[in-house]
T-cell receptor, first 111, second 111 residues
C-alpha cells in the first residue's frame, strides 16, 4: 500500500505543452504539498493545501496551478512548459506539525 | 526570514566512523525539526525528528541534538555503513505548516 503516490513517474514533453501530475495520499493527512527539486538537489516548496484550501503559494509562475478536489488529492497542472521547468517534482502530505511523507517523485524533462 | 541553513555540503567519512551534520534555523521556526535521508533516485524519507521540549533523541545509530539557545540542531550517525551514503536534509516547520528544508548534505561513506 503506497502511502503517497504520484503519477507519472517520468514525463518527457516538448516546450510549450501543457501537462499534469497527479498525487494521492491514503494516510488521512490534512495537509498536502508540492515541492520542486532542481539539479542541485534543493527542495523548494511550491504550494501547500490544508483541507483543500490553498495556504502556501510561493513565488511560482502562474503557469503552475494546483488543484485539490478533496483532502486526499493534490494535482499540479503546468501550462506552456519551459526548459527551466525540468526538475523532479515531489508531492508530500502531513498531519499538523509533523514531518511530511513524500511521493516517489515525477521527473519532468522539457525538450 | 524563514530559512534553514545546513553545512557542510559534502561529508566523506570512513566506514565505521561518525558523521555529524549541523543546521541552524531562524527565529520564527516552530518547535519541530525533522531530518530526511534521500538516496540516489529516491524520495526523501523521514529518519528522525525532534521537538523543542527535548534536547536529544536517539534511534539506533542515529541521534539528533537541539540547542535552542544557539538555534541549531545536529544529526549524528555513528558506526557509519555504506548504506548510510545519501543526501541528508534538515528541516523546520514555520507558520502555515510550511516545511522548509536546508540545502542538503551529501554523505559519502568510504568502505
Amino acid at each position: 500500500d503506497t502511502a503517497v503516490s504520484q503519477t507519472p513517474k517520468y514525463l518527457v514533453t516538448q516546450m510549450g505543452n501543457d501537462k499534469s501530475i497527479k498525487c494521492e495520499q491514503n494516510l488521512g493527512h490534512d495537509t498536502m504539498y508540492w515541492y520542486k527539486q532542481d539539479s542541485k538537489k534543493f527542495l523548494k516548496i511550491m504550494f501547500s493545501y490544508n483541507n483543500k484550501e490553498l495556504i502556501i503559494n510561493e513565488t511560482v509562475p502562474n503557469r503552475f496551478s494546483p488543484k485539490s478536489p478533496d483532502k486526499a488529492h493534490l494535482n499540479l497542472h503546468i501550462n506552456s512548459l519551459e526548459l527551466g521547468d525540468s526538475a523532479v517534482y515531489f508531492c508530500a502530505s502531513s498531519r499538523g506539525t509533523v514531518g511530511a511523507f513524500f511521493g516517489q517523485g515525477t521527473r519532468l524533462t522539457v525538450v | 526570514g524563514e530559512n534553514v541553513e545546513q553545512h557542510p555540503s559534502t561529508l566523506s567519512v570512513q566506514e565505521g566512523d561518525s558523521a555529524v551534520i549541523k543546521c541552524t534555523y531562524s527565529d520564527s521556526a516552530s518547535n519541530y525539526f525533522p531530518w530526511y535521508k534521500q538516496e540516489l533516485g529516491k524520495r526523501p524519507q523521514l529518519i528522525i525528528d525532534i521537538r523543542s521540549n527535548v534536547g536529544e533523541k536517539k534511534d539506533q545509530r542515529i541521534a539528533v541534538t537541539l540547542n535552542k539557545t544557539a538555534k541549531h540542531f545536529s544529526l549524528h550517525i555513528t558506526e557509519t555503513q555504506p548504506e548510510d551514503s545519501a543526501v541528508y536534509f534538515c528541516a523546520a516547520i514555520y507558520g502555515n505548516n510550511r516545511l522548509a528544508f536546508g540545502k542538503g548534505n551529501q554523505v559519502v561513506v568510504i568502505p
